[in-house]
């Protein structure tokens, strides 16, 4: 009898550990069939979730009901479970190297419990080679066990996008993969029984690692080139825009946009694609340049900000700037790795006096985050506004709307380009 059936007949338990973005949403789904128990490690986000509260902010409550679920955030209560889902952040750090710090604390704490015949399916960004080589040494130290003999492994990446409505968890195809055939089959057998769209049998987890690592890696070069274009197409006086549109009417032109290039994916994932190059000998130069490219945007929109001002008769350091929007993307709370923190400060750097605003994001988690504190409101005296993020709030305001907080002739950088920049006399977007 395989785990699968077991799974299905709740003799045995599946288990969730990290319950974000990825993990809260997955649990829940598999808890409409299976038994499940869900592990965060943050006492007072389980708190929430038992409250049928989702703390991202994706899901409503109507979400939490009819789901066989038990949240804890004791590891040891995984003991109880067979087949075990890790789904935890992995980031960078300041020098922008992989962090597996929380990858491999949950490597560790479910080797604790691992028993035989248990699974252990990591859905974690990774470079390839990760799960076999860092993830399973781990398993069968913690264990005892061996992987193969007494347990067995898979790897499926996460594809959940915030503030996607549409292309949800059971609505995507996933890729899947197993240690061996046996694995594969099992591990197929469980995803496909929540997903609407199926599954990609990818031939081995190191496939699968790769797969989803040059995903968003494939995403941040073709971004990079837009914004190349951007600063060159800006320097020559013309609407990149207006350009992409014009290429794109050739049937094989694809139509990418410039922009803030944040968040836990896309500004992420290359830099674990670039650090198994290295380790293997090789400088991966497309994929860096692409990353230093992105990474300058916010320098060069701060530069243009006070170049504009300047244009206006007005000297940077007596001057105040509105930036509306921190969160890494629109009508979203998430506000990892944004990089209009990155561009708030490069204008603070000129003297410049800043406001931030945002419905969505928490103050305190801003504080804590980036050191920046969020105003408890918006003024009526700016030199300057800056659009950073693409809410819908900031789509329903007017001209006369931004107007009314503006101290003089109003001057809108909208780096997203949501306005009609015919609308408006000093009007600027990325």
């Not at 691992?114 to 781990?138: I, M, R």
């Not at 987890?205 to 800006?234: C, G, H, P, Y």
């Not at 293997?280 to 130069?285: E, I, R, Y």
């Not at 750097?349 to 969505?360: E, F, K, L, Q």
Request: a negative charge.
């Amino acid at each position: 009898m395989g785990i699968y059936k077991d799974l299905l007949e709740k003799k045995k338990i599946l288990s969730v550990t990290g319950l974000g973005y990825v993990g809260l949403p997955l649990a829940l789904e598999f808890a409409k069939y299976f038994k499940v128990i869900g592990l965060d490690i943050n006492k007072e986000r389980i708190e929430l979730m038992k409250q049928n509260i989702d703390p991202s902010k994706e899901l409503d409550s109507s979400a939490f009901e009819g789901c066989d679920i038990e949240f804890t955030a004791n590891p040891l209560d995984l003991k109880k479970a067979h087949f075990h889902i890790i789904g935890v952040p992995t980031d960078i750090d300041e020098h922008m190297i992989p962090n597996l710090k929380p990858l491999l604390g949950a490597s560790t704490n479910i080797g604790k419990i691992l028993k035989k015949g248990d699974y252990a399916v990591f859905e974690s960004t990774v470079y390839p080679g990760c799960t076999e080589d860092d993830c399973v040494p781990l398993l069968e130290k913690e264990s005892g066990l061996t992987m193969g003999v007494d347990f067995k492994v898979g790897y499926s990446p996460e594809r959940i996008v915030p503030g996607d409505k549409v292309r949800t968890f059971t609505k995507i195809l996933k890729i899947v993969s197993g240690s061996d055939l046996e694995a594969l089959e099992e591990i197929d057998q469980v995803y496909n029984h929540v997903l609407d769209n199926g599954t990609y049998r990818a031939s081995s987890i190191k496939v699968a690692e790769a797969a989803k690592v040059i995903e968003n890696t494939q995403r941040d070069i073709n971004i990079s080139l837009m914004n190349e274009l951007a600063i060159i197409f800006d320097k020559i006086g013309i609407d990149t825009n207006e350009v992409v549109d014009a290429a794109g009417s050739k049937w094989n032109f694809h139509k990418y946009t410039p922009g803030l290039v944040g968040g836990h994916c896309i500004g992420v994932d290359p830099y674990y694609l670039m650090h198994k190059a290295k380790q293997l000998g090789h400088d991966p130069q497309v994929i860096a340049a692409g990353r230093r490219v992105n990474n300058y945007i916010p320098h060069f929109i701060a530069k243009r900000v006070v170049q504009s001002l300047i244009e206006k008769g007005k000297n940077p350091g007596d001057c105040k700037a509105l930036v509306m929007g921190i969160t890494f993307k629109e009508d979203v709370s998430d506000i990892r790795n944004s990089k209009v923190a990155d561009l708030i400060k490069e204008i603070a750097d000129y003297s410049i006096t800043v406001d931030t605003v945002d419905p969505h994001a928490d103050a305190a988690e801003v504080h804590h985050e980036y050191g920046i504190t969020m105003a408890d409101g918006i003024g009526n005296d700016y030199d300057v506004i800056l659009i950073a993020v693409g809410h819908q709030e900031y789509k329903e305001m007017s001209k006369s709307e931004l107007q009314a907080i503006s101290k003089d002739d109003l001057i809108l950088f909208d780096i997203k380009g949501i306005k009609d920049g015919k609308e408006y006399e000093t009007y600027w977007k990325l």
